[in-house]
């Protein structure tokens, strides 16, 4: 133990993944046979370690460590659904933003954008004073519009953002960001409001815009502009758009851009790289795709379109391959649509649907609280980032996908007549096979849990009481009681 310079060690354990968890007087420290991980008391952070002086540790069945210090009792959840990281913890400001896009560049920076402009922060989120925020009106990172609409590495490797005052390259060197002026070649159009963009094979950049159609430049041609740059190409009205109003574009493997179109019924719409030539996909005329929808073209090439009732797949022909539907007459909102592994991520104001590509099985998941505004997939770290109104949640899609019925619900305890019932001959209620009560006893309240131990519960319950109850009586979210009042002195339960 010389590694911890004199540092009294109380207590050892072994966590869920095999690492060594070593008690000290200075915090926890984790050893995974590479490196040492310091954990301590952060009076900033409500997620941290309770105390400094860390007595006991202990490590469950499910793999939780249980952390007795100084400062009370912590748990370090081996199967907490997310980690929930708010923004005065990534910036230490007390500013908000609803968060629209996150990304991680190559240099394992993660950027988050909103409608309270950009945030630069370490891979953890925990940078504080080392995280970088652009904003309007700003001297140190001053941005020339707070509302964010996409992030985008190239493939140089060099940053770009859409904007709601254009679109804008990250200047390494300087730490800004700066502002390019595009327009069609008429002048007519232009990309002062952007949504979207991308870098073809070709080294061209895609802009969708708002009233301004779909701009396409030369990449290193903009760059080098000083003032004004004129595009290569335009597509609008007059050349096979249906509408002005571009919310997403994105290029599949064949050599096709697919388009979203927003305040539009044609909803989507596949252009071919080589000749320009703009298609419909009519099979979403009467799904009202637009606005509430999102766009996205997976690994294997195909085109996902989620809107408030379900999901379409397509080919890169536009040949629809099928429509998974989220249940009948459902209305919600499409917040964000990401690809985890084999899967299909949507956020939606009702939670997030989880398409299985493969089956086409689907799964809702999320809270009931909040909604995810956006969705990134870290396919080096496998975790998934989502981010809502002023804080991002953090979690690997096997835990937040975590089925409560993998976990035998249990009780907890019971209230007989608003009194807790006490524990008999030494034997918790958990191992009780039977119980019996007084005729007089007829106001009981069972308590239970599938003891996950995790700040969320995502699993929602309903009961019915066999002989009383004609259907079945939902729980609020978050109860994890169930009520019986004026039982019948005959029912068995």
């Given amino acids: 133990m010389g590694m911890y310079h004199g540092n009294s060690v109380k207590t050892l354990t072994l966590d869920g993944r095999n690492r060594l968890l070593v008690g000290t007087d200075d915090g926890l420290h984790v050893f995974d046979g590479k490196a040492d991980k310091h954990i301590y008391h952060d009076s900033r952070n409500a997620s941290s370690l309770s105390g400094d002086i860390v007595w006991g540790l202990f490590t469950d069945v499910q793999g939780n460590v249980w952390i007795g210090t100084d400062g009370g009792i912590s748990i370090a959840s081996n199967i907490v659904a997310e980690r929930f990281i708010p923004i005065s913890q990534i910036t230490g400001l007390g500013n908000g933003n609803q968060f629209y896009t996150i990304y991680r560049d190559a240099k394992a ?34 941005l020339r519009h707070n509302h964010i609409r996409s992030i985008y590495q190239d493939r140089d490797k060099k940053l770009w953002i859409a904007t709601d005052g254009g ?61 004004i740059c004129e595009a290569d190409f335009s597509l609008n009205r007059s050349n096979g758009l249906a509408g002005m109003y571009i919310g997403q574009i994105a290029p599949d493997r064949a050599g096709n851009v697919w388009a979203l179109l927003y305040n539009n019924s044609i909803g989507v719409q596949k252009i071919e790289m080589k000749t320009m030539k703009v298609s419909t996909l ?25 809107y408030p009732g379900g999901v379409f797949q397509f080919s890169s ?55 995810f505004t956006c969705l990134w997939y870290n396919v080096v770290d496998n975790l998934i980032y989502m981010g809502y109104r002023d804080g991002i949640a953090v979690s690997s899609p096997e835990s937040f996908c975590r089925d409560g019925a ?20 030494n034997q918790s209620v958990r191992y009780l096979s039977s119980l019996e009560f007084s005729h007089n006893e007829n106001h009981i309240v069972f308590c239970f849990s599938d003891l996950p131990y995790s700040l969320t519960e995502k699993n929602k319950y309903a009961f019915k009481l066999d002989g009383e109850d004609k259907d079945w009586n939902t729980l609020p979210p978050g109860t994890n009681q169930i009520r019986f009042q004026h039982l019948n002195p005959e029912v068995i339960i």
Avoid at 287 to 297: D, E, F, K, M, P
Wanted: glycine letters at 8%; a neutral charge.
């Fill in 406 to 425: 993998e976990h035998r619900l249990q009780l907890t305890a019971i209230y007989v007549n608003n009194t807790l019932m006490p524990v008999q001959q």
């Fill in 317 to 371: 022909a536009g040949r629809q391959l099928r429509r998974i539907s989220f249940g009948d007459n459902y209305e919600c909102q499409i917040l964000s649509m990401t690809e985890v592994k084999n899967k299909i991520w949507i956020s939606s104001t009702d939670g997030i649907w989880i398409v299985d590509k493969k089956t086409g099985r689907v799964e809702q998941r999320g809270s009931d609280s909040i909604d």
């Fill in 167 to 227: 679109i804008m390259q990250l200047d390494e060197s300087s730490g800004q960001w700066r502002h390019y002026n595009l327009v069609d070649r008429s002048h007519s159009f232009n990309a002062n409001w952007a949504y979207d963009l991308f870098e073809d094979a070709k080294g061209r950049l895609w802009v969708a815009t708002c009233l301004g159609g779909i701009l396409v430049v030369d990449k290193h041609k903009l760059e080098r502009s000083s003032s």
């Fill in 109 to 142: 920076r993660l950027w988050l954008g909103g409608s309270n402009g950009l945030i630069q922060s370490d891979a953890h989120l925990g940078a504080g004073a080392l995280s970088k925020w652009y904003r309007a009106g700003s001297n140190v990172f001053p």
């Fill in 282 to 306: 009519s099979a979403l005329n009467s799904y009202h795709i637009g606005q509430n929808s999102r766009l996205l073209v997976d690994s294997e090439g195909h085109i996902w379109i989620a």
